[in-house]
């Protein structure tokens, strides 16, 4: 022992030490320790040297740190030091490093809260954990919970989870989580939701008996236990709760920041609701009871959306909306209760103010009077043994009163609750077993304890003591199960604190003593407890300075009590008449029934109230009885300590799990750990006690292969056995000297606390000097390479330096010489240029000055010439304007003396008027005249009228006429004022000539400055232009470079647009495989719903016969299998429905058939609305197509019309050919005598052979004509049927998607009738009784009757329709049979003519019905009529060359006949006998390629071929896909027969024959792969056949001819396709099954590169497995049973593009359960682990690529894996490091990469840790990913499968059916 402290504490070590802050501080030894050292030299790791002192009487050393690689172990027990600061330190580091909540103690899962909602509560988590084992996944509370499922599946024993902790450390969300993976992974045995039933009561049990205090938000003031039950089945079937324990005194008083109940608070939240007006209530801070903690709102939280959740959960467990408004009623009163104000009136007495308006509201909504309420408010009554008086009370007491009042209720009204939850939560099936979660207040101590801390630390006790008793059992159990010597373990017994407490003379027994008493005191009682126990139990203490409080000393921590208020709560009184007040309410049943059972008494043996069924005994209530019944009365101390009882015998009768809730701060804050208040926690909760008791033995267990492969390096060759058990014997009694800090087990090697940490570091120090040789080694080798790498460069580079130094040399000389030569000529050149330069310049200016003299000259000669010029013009101008101006003065003189003469004259003229004489002279004559006038006034009045027109007329044209005569008489004015203006501007231009000769002179200087100006703008603009040139230059680079750039730019774009192009095709391909993803997950649930319909049918059926042996009937509401419903069958089913249905309905349940029909309703409304999807994604891919679409139906129309030509060409030819044959016979019957041509003639004979040929011939013929009409019919339905697809649109009526889908959907049929009423809105209606079941029923029964006349009338419908196509199929043969009377070239007119009509007919018809589409037709028919004209000169061609082959046919008959002619008989006698030489008899043809049979050997054909045919043994010598050729080749023939109900019934009865085997044998592999294999032949063969060009490409002309005649059956491919993707996902289901064992140990816990993998170093304690050890799959195991799978696909002729689909799942499958599991096992992140993934994913890449499977996809599946191993092998340290694993890990989401680095656990000391720094840069890079939260890839996911069309070359004819399958029955055709 000394030499192991001695080489543990040396330098270096680290180790705890004490602190009054973190609890325990980490430090490091400066200096090793002797054994006579007093203290210890350490440094802290801030750098701080202290000196710790040793205790010198114990020399106890300060414990030991773990070794790096150990710390955030997942398992507590697994540690090398097992010590408090070691757990202390572990459960921080997983919590604030690594963020992971869960951690093993042992048998212990601790919990602690996050204060945060974190993803690891999600189905795909819970999928994960279901069916591991407890030590292979990281811990968590559905680990816990599975292991609790499976021991109970597998020890046929009931189990229980004990959550237990603080307030505010997360226990009911623990519980909550517990129960939800129970409802999630078992399911319900019915289809009543009991699971959802069970999940519903927890939102109302935290609605009434949660609340918010100062430790928690979302605190539970209550216990609970509940027991969920199971059947044999293992599946959920109901529930029961047990409460312990309500916090009633919260209800009328809370803590600052603190709250009551959430129920009332919902309630305020929602008072403006309608329903909720009557209460009367307003917001929380109105209500004394609710704003006392003056914290009315939690932050994050919608009281208002609570209730409704709250409401939800109540309908869902039966409790109607009557009694849910009931139940708010009583909580409405208790807070309108708690307003009641109650004043002093005097002293010792106190009074309600009259009509209080809160006691108003009370009394009206709980039905009673006020006065009686007011009255016993303030009173109370009291009975003495001769009278009964009634005394006042005071305020205080009156106050009290009305509190215990509104406690009491409210307690009424929890135990109500939980009575009727427990109700819903019972069920009538026998229960197995159950598995019980318990949750339960932890131990609690507060400054002021009292009664309930008391109630609350017995539980405790009580808990502690069965927990302790527990893990001691469990330690024995291993240690003899390993046969390892059993030593006592010494722990701790809290047996004397339990009987302290409820021993006889106990703490309680003497409670319930002095609540007898009559004067009982809390202060007597007090004084009792001390004169008891305080000198014989050392476990209870008196505080100094009280003697009101004890002190008890509990496992956990010592607790001080206070006694004031111990008697009162634990009698629990309250005023009898207000409860006779309440019981006395007339309107409210409801609080009648609450109170109800005030009236009965408890039995000594019955359960407390709040522990879920009570028995009680009904007594009279005379007084007598009161006075038994308050005798009788327990106390609450008794109550709770019997409810305790019963629950320690419950827990004792269960095997019990364990979860410690921690809480880590005071603050509630998000992942911040406070060491104080866990170390506390952890005390009081057993966790540290788990620790002392596993350390106490041998804590660290390894197996035998564990130890030898991680000890391996400590053992020389020599020690390696091949007995690997004897080797590390050997071995470990070398390394470890006592013998007594290991034993040797059965498997294992038992170690003691600090043995696994002692043999780390042996093995550390062994391989650091291994490490160190290594080095040591390769330095030198490094060095002696460096020097000899340097020693070649320095000679190299010298070699190099000296050749380079003589080049340079050269290198000058030459230029030097070169220099020399060039500076002679460049000085000679310099010269010649100069010279030349002087002598142009020379000649320049010689050339410039003689210029410019002649220019000086030249100008004074043009200047004096110009001159001359202008003298001339001026002075023949001047001339002009002086004779101007005397010829005008001359006119103005004669004017004016004109003017003057002509005014003389008017003057006189104007004398002589005024004259008398003149007057007279002028009127003479005018009397005649006037008289004349008058004469003529009759005839001008008459004209008066036309010319006062003309003359207004006039008038206007005289005014118009006047003004512009006015207008030029002012223009002439003008004229005359410029003529005035001109002469006067004669002078002023004489002077302005004088400037002008002025400014000529002045010009002329100036036009000499200009030129010279102009010369030097010359130059400039020549330099411009030339810059400019330049400039242009650089811009038509410029221009060439932004042109090469726009192209470049142009290309980028044109690329881009093709990859978003790519990337919106990709995007619409994906979202067309969700919505196939969706619709095929539809179908799924669709089969499932069927099969549990059929087992529920089934079940009916055998409880049925039970009941009434002999009778047998079906369910009302069932749905048959069958994916076609005749109306036969549907006749029959809707009577026997209707016939038994109320029978029945006698048997089911009323949940359960209300629920299969919603259920039912919901999956058709979901999988139409997919359908429509599904289509509407699929019409996008074909809007991109519609023109080429159009294209083709306009070709295939001219190739229909083309068809129907040929057709009527056959036709006309046929006839022609048979009217020629008869003829033909008329001609040889009536000419035999005359050529004696005897029918045994050879002439006869010979034309009897090419009249059989040409009987043959015409036969033929006809068979084309047939098939040709038959084809051209079924493609123009298949046309008619493709637009109507193509133009469809989403139905508005319900009923039409049924009769659309009936084909597709199976249920649909049946339950017809209640789409309508599940459609309707329906309000929250309260449970069913037996006749609102019948009613509703029968109203099914009316329902499918008028479905049943709907089809009725279609049948009608169809049947005249047949009617009308039998007349004109009647009407048809008429007129061939006309025709055939006509001759040939009538014959062809009336042909002819009848299609003219029919065409005409058919226009009519379409222009009645579209008159746009009749506008096509027209063009249409016209066409059609040229190539009807053009075919008529065919044919007439054609009539001419036959009779000319006739005439040469009959020469050659009358030469060949003409000597036969004696002998023979009368023609008379030849044409008696008609009908022999007609009756030509006609050859065998060839096999069809169909199979006949008969009606009644359908089921024997169905029986043989599909439900008794075995794949192993007759099935494999088949031609792949043999059954399904035999299927379609019985088909056929139904096809060829026109026999419709042979076609449904034959595709019927194969769809449920392929349904019924695969429900029988689903798990076998071989059986589903054969089927599916089968079934997409059969639907190949639908496809291949059927006619529609598309799919007949690719046949032969042979093929071609066997295409289905007279049915199009596309529906039923559909219906087959629906049946082959369910058989797909069958199949993908059965080889997820079979692989699921083999995944995490071949791919992650199996090393196939041996010894890259280490063991971890931790020496894990394994969980108790749940399941016996199945042996070890290897990576070869997996790939192996991929071979088998893809050998037997290929067997069975499976499509290879399905293969290559099915590959792709199961290696999606392979790959999201190894990412999964790593994800959630932190001992498989490791760098070797990583490496090891990669090996087996190229191993799985590699069979691929034998398998010719590279292409299918699948590897891809595998990148997210692949991804992961990187990550775990990358560098992870610089923010390089983050950047290339940000770019790497593209695959993988970023909560995904975080728990990988969080995960990261180093397996050797040389390997680092991921700091959290690291992570956190990660997650900043990875902050702008838009992808889901989601952790767990989804392993359920199924890619949706697409079945290409792959035809056959196999010829039908050719197929052989081998008599091994015993169909001997079958015909061929």
């Known amino acids: 022992m000394n030499r192991e402290l001695e080489y543990m504490f040396v330098q270096s070590a680290r180790v705890w030490i004490p602190d009054a802050e973190e609890v325990w501080k980490s430090a490091e030894l400066t200096k090793d320790y002797k054994n006579d050292d007093a203290s210890l030299q350490l440094m802290l790791e801030d750098g701080t040297t202290i000196d710790h002192k040793l205790d010198p009487k114990t020399k106890n050393l300060p414990y030991l740190r773990n070794p790096d690689i150990l710390v955030g172990e997942n398992d507590l027990t697994a540690l090398s030091y097992l010590h408090e600061p070691a757990v202390l330190h572990n459960l921080k580091v997983r919590f604030i490093d690594s963020k992971l909540i869960y951690t093993y103690c042992g048998i212990v899962l601790v919990a602690i809260n996050p204060y945060e909602t974190l993803p690891i509560y999600g189905t795909d988590i819970i999928n994960a954990y279901s069916g591991q084992n407890m030590g292979d996944m990281d811990p968590h509370i559905f680990a816990v919970a599975e292991e609790a499922y499976k021991q109970m599946a597998r020890d046929e024993r009931n189990q229980s989870i004990i959550v237990s902790g603080e307030s505010g450390a997360g226990k009911t969300v623990s519980a909550k989580y517990a129960m939800r993976y129970f409802a999630t992974v078992s399911g319900s045995a019915s289809e009543a939701n009991v699971e959802e039933k069970v999940l519903a009561s927890n939102p109302i049990m935290e609605a009434i008996g949660n609340a918010k205090t100062t430790r928690n938000d979302n605190s539970s003031r209550f216990g609970k236990y509940i027991e969920i039950g199971f059947d044999n089945r293992y599946r959920i079937i109901g529930a029961n709760m047990r409460t312990y324990l309500l916090e009633k005194s919260r209800v009328v008083f809370q803590a600052d920041e603190e709250r009551n109940y959430h129920i009332f608070y919902q309630l305020c939240a929602s008072a403006n609701q309608p329903e909720f007006k009557n209460l009367r209530l307003s917001t929380a801070n109105d209500f004394l009871y609710t704003r006392q903690g003056r914290s009315p709102v939690i932050e994050g939280v919608d009281d208002a959306k609570e209730l409704r959740t709250t409401r939800h959960a109540f309908t869902l467990l039966g409790i109607n909306e009557s009694y849910q408004i009931g139940l708010f009623q009583v909580l409405a009163a208790i807070l309108h209760l708690g307003n009641v104000e109650i004043k002093d009136r005097d002293s010792d007495s106190s009074l309600i103010a009259p009509n209080n308006r809160h006691l108003t509201a009370f009394c009206e909504l709980v039905g009673v009077t006020y006065q009686d309420m007011s009255q016993w408010l303030c009173h109370r009554k009291l009975k003495t043994a001769t009278e009964t008086y009634i005394k006042p009370l005071p305020r205080l007491q009156a106050t009290n009163a009305r509190d215990a009042l509104s406690k009491h209720i409210y307690a009424k009204l929890f135990n ?306 091949p007995d690997k058990k004897l080797t590390c014997k050997n071995v470990l009694e070398k390394l470890v000297q006592d013998q007594d800090k290991y034993q040797f087990g059965k498997t294992k090697i038992f ?96 050339t410039i000055l003689r210029a410019y003299m002649a220019r000086q000259k030249y100008q004074a000669l043009l200047r004096e010439h110009k001159a001359v010029i202008i003298q001339k013009h001026v002075r023949g101008w001047l001339a002009r304007c002086w004779y101007k101006r005397c010829l005008e003065a001359i006119v103005y003189l004669q004017c004016c003396i004109r003017r003057m003469r002509a005014k003389r004259e008017l003057k006189k003229l104007k004398i002589e008027a005024r004259s008398v004489e003149h007057f007279k002279k002028l009127n003479k004559g005018m009397e005649n005249k006037i008289m004349q006038l008058q004469r003529k006034i009759d005839e001008q009045n008459k004209d008066n009228r036309v010319i006062s027109e003309r003359l207004v007329s006039l008038e206007s044209s005289y005014a118009s006429e006047s003004e512009r005569m006015r207008g030029e008489l002012g223009r002439l004015r003008g004229v005359e004022e410029d003529a005035k203006n001109k002469a006067n501007q004669v002078s002023s231009l004489l002077e302005e000539l004088e400037k002008l000769r002025k400014e000529l002179s002045v010009t002329q200087q100036e036009k000499k400055t200009i030129e010279d100006w102009a010369q030097k703008y010359r130059d400039e603009m020549e330099k411009m232009v030339s810059e400019l040139k330049d400039q242009n230059g650089l811009l038509k680079k410029e221009k060439d470079d932004l042109n090469r750039m726009i192209q470049e730019q142009s290309q980028q774009m044109t690329e881009k647009m093709t990859r978003a192009i790519a990337q919106e095709t990709q995007q619409l391909e994906t979202d067309l495989n969700e919505e196939r993803s969706r619709y095929q997950n539809l179908l799924t649930e669709h089969l499932r719903l069927e099969e549990k319909y059929d087992d529920l049918k089934e079940e009916l059926a055998q409880s049925k016969n039970v009941s009434k042996p002999g009778h047998r009937r079906t369910d009302s509401t069932h749905s048959s299998n069958e994916s076609e419903y005749t109306y036969n069958s549907e006749y029959a089913e809707l009577e026997d429905g209707s016939r038994v249905g109320e029978d029945v309905t006698r048997g089911m349940d009323t949940s359960l058939t209300l629920k299969l029909q919603k259920r039912v309703t919901e999956l058709e409304q979901e999988k139409q609305s997919l359908r429509n999807e599904l289509e509407n994604r699929e019409e996008q891919f074909q809007r991109a197509r519609a023109r080429d679409d159009a294209q083709f139906r306009k070709a295939r129309g001219a190739e229909l019309e083309y068809e129907s030509l040929k057709r009527q060409e056959l036709e006309s030819e046929n006839k022609k050919l048979r009217h020629n044959l008869a003829e033909m016979r008329q001609s040889l019957l009536g000419g035999a005598a005359a050529r004696a041509g005897a029918p045994g003639s050879p002439a006869y004979k010979v034309l009897l052979d090419q009249l059989n040929a040409s009987c043959e011939e015409l036969q033929v013929r006809k068979e084309e004509v047939l098939i040709l009409r038959s084809q051209l019919v079924s493609q123009k339905e298949a046309l008619h049927h493709k637009d109507e697809k193509e133009t469809m649109t989403e139905p508005s009526v319900f009923a039409q998607d049924v009769n659309k889908l009936k084909d597709a959907d199976e249920l649909k049929q049946a339950y017809v009738g209640l789409k309508d009423t599940n459609r309707s809105p329906r309000s929250v209606r309260p449970a069913l009784e037996v006749s609102d079941l019948l009613s509703r029923l029968r109203l099914l029964e009316q329902q499918l009757q008028t479905q049943r006349r709907t089809y009725d009338s279609e049948v009608e419908s169809l049947r005249g329709e047949l009617q009308n196509v039998k007349e004109e199929n009647n009407r048809q043969q008429q007129l061939l049979a006309q025709n055939l009377q006509l001759p040939p070239e009538a014959r062809i007119e009336a042909s002819l003519q009848h299609e003219i009509t029919r065409l005409t007919n058919e226009n009519l018809e379409l222009l009645a019905d579209d008159p746009t589409a009749s506008r096509e037709a027209r063009v249409i028919i016209l066409r059609r009529m040229v190539d009807l004209m053009e075919q008529l000169e065919k044919q007439d061609r054609t009539i001419r060359k036959l009779k000319k082959q006739l005439k040469v046919y009959s020469k050659r008959i009358g030469e060949m006949g003409a000597g036969h002619t004696e002998g023979q008989t009368s023609p008379g006698q030849m044409v008696e006998e008609p009908i022999h030489p007609v009756n030509i008899p006609r050859r065998e043809k060839d096999f069809q390629g169909m199979l006949e049979y008969k009606k009644e050997d359908e089921m024997k054909l169905v029986k043989n071929l599909i439900l008794e045919l075995k794949p192993r043994g007759v099935a494999v010598n088949l031609i792949p896909g043999l059954p399904a050729y035999i299927l379609f080749m019985c088909l056929r023939h139904s096809d060829y027969v026109n026999d419709d109900q042979k076609v449904r019934t034959l595709l019927t009865s194969t769809i449920n024959s392929i349904k019924k085997i695969l429900k029988k044998r689903g798990d076998d592999f071989e059986t589903v792969s054969f089927w599916l294999a089968n079934t997409c032949r059969f639907l190949h063969c639908l496809k291949q056949y059927s006619g529609d060009e598309v799919f007949m490409k690719h046949n032969t002309s042979r093929q071609n001819e066997h295409c289905l005649s007279n049915f199009d059956l596309a529906e039923y491919r559909q219906v087959i396709s629906d049946l082959a993707i369910q058989i797909y996902q069958q199949l993908v289901k059965c080889m997820e099954n079979i692989l699921q064992p083999m995944i995490v140990s071949g791919m992650l816990e199996h090393e196939t590169i041996q010894g890259v993998s280490g063991v971890k170093p931790t020496g894990l304690r394994k969980r108790t497995s749940s399941i016996a050890d199945e042996g070890t799959y290897t990576l070869d195991s997996i790939l192996r049973q991929l071979s088998a799978f893809h050998s037997t696909m290929c067997q069975h002729g499976t499509d290879p593009e399905l293969i290559k689909q099915v590959v792709k799942q199961l290696f999606y499958i392979i790959g999201a359960v190894t990412l999964n599991n790593l994800l959630l096992r932190k001992d498989m992140c490791s760098w070797s682990k990583g490496m090891q993934i990669r090996y087996n994913v190229s191993q799985l890449e590699e069979w691929l690529r034998d398998k010719g499977l590279m292409n299918c996809g699948a590897k891809e599946t595998l990148e997210p894996l692949i991804q992961a191993a990187q990550l775990l092998q990358v560098k992870k340290k610089t923010d390089e490091d983050a950047e290339a694993i940000c770019s790497m890990c593209h695959a993988l989401t970023t909560a995904q990469i975080v728990k990988v680095l969080n995960l990261y656990t180093p397996v050797n000391e040389f390997e680092e840790r991921v700091s959290v720094s690291f992570i956190r840069t990660i997650q900043t890079r990875l902050r702008d990913r838009c992808e889901s939260p989601q952790l767990l890839m989804d392993t359920k996911m199924i890619y949706p499968v697409t079945f290409p069309f792959n035809p056959s070359s196999l010829a039908l004819e050719t197929i052989q059916i081998p008599t091994s399958l015993n169909l001997s029955f079958l015909t061929r055709v």
Not at 433 to 456: K, P
Not at 581 to 607: H, I, R, W, Y
Not at 786 to 794: T, W
């Open 751 to 846: 170690f003691r606390a600090g043995q696994v940490a002692y043999l780390e570091k042996l093995r550390a120090d062994k391989l650091r000097a291994a490490c160190i040789r290594i080095q040591k080694t390769i330095r030198c080798w490094l060095a002696r390479k460096k020097y000899l790498r340097q020693r070649s460069a320095a000679i190299t580079i010298q070699r190099f330096t000296r050749g380079y130094q003589a080049r340079c040399l050269a290198k000058f000389m030459r230029r030097t010489q070169a220099a020399t030569i060039i500076q002679k000529y460049q000085r000679m050149c310099v010269e010649r240029k100069r010279f030349r330069q002087k002598q142009a310049a020379a000649l320049a200016m010689q």
């Open 416 to 721: 109500w609750i939980v009575e009727h939850v427990n109700k819903a939560l019972v069920t009538n099936i026998k229960q197995h077993s159950f598995i019980g979660v318990l949750d339960i207040y932890g131990f609690e101590t507060f400054e002021i304890n009292s009664f309930e801390q008391f109630c609350i630390n017995y539980a405790n006790e009580k808990l502690q003591q069965q927990f302790n008793m527990h893990v001691f059992k469990l330690e024995q159990e291993e240690y003899m199960k390993e046969q390892i010597p059993w030593t006592l373990i010494d722990f701790y017994d809290n047996q004397p604190c339990i009987n302290l407490i409820e021993a006889k003379m106990g703490i309680l027994d003497l409670l319930d003593e002095e609540c007898k008493m009559p004067k009982g005191s809390d202060d007597s009682w007090a004084q009792k407890l001390y004169n008891t126990h305080l000198k014989t139990c050392s476990l209870f203490e008196k505080p100094r300075m009280s003697n009101r409080a004890f002190i008890i000393q509990h496992f956990a921590d010592k607790v001080e009590y206070q006694c004031e208020g111990f008697l009162e709560k634990n009698k629990d009184t309250v005023n009898e008449e207000q409860i006779h007040v309440l019981k006395a309410s007339k309107k409210f049943n409801l609080l009648v029934e609450l109170f109800q059972d005030e009236e009965k008494a408890t039995t000594p043996t019955g359960q407390v109230p709040g522990t879920g069924g009570r028995t009680r005994l009904s007594i009279k209530p005379d007084k007598g009885r009161d006075t038994s019944s308050k005798e009788h009365k327990k106390t609450v101390g008794c109550q709770f300590r019997n409810s305790l009882q019963m629950l320690m015998e419950t827990l004792n009768a269960t095997t019990p799990h364990y979860v410690r809730c921690i809480k880590p701060n005071d603050f509630k804050l998000a992942f911040s750990f406070d060491p104080k208040r866990a170390v506390q926690q952890l005390r009081a909760c057993g966790v540290l006690e788990t620790i002392r008791i596993s350390a106490a033995g041998f804590p660290s267990r390894w197996t035998y292969q564990e130890f030898f492969s991680r000890y391996r390096v400590l053992m020389k060759q020599k020690d390696v056995l």
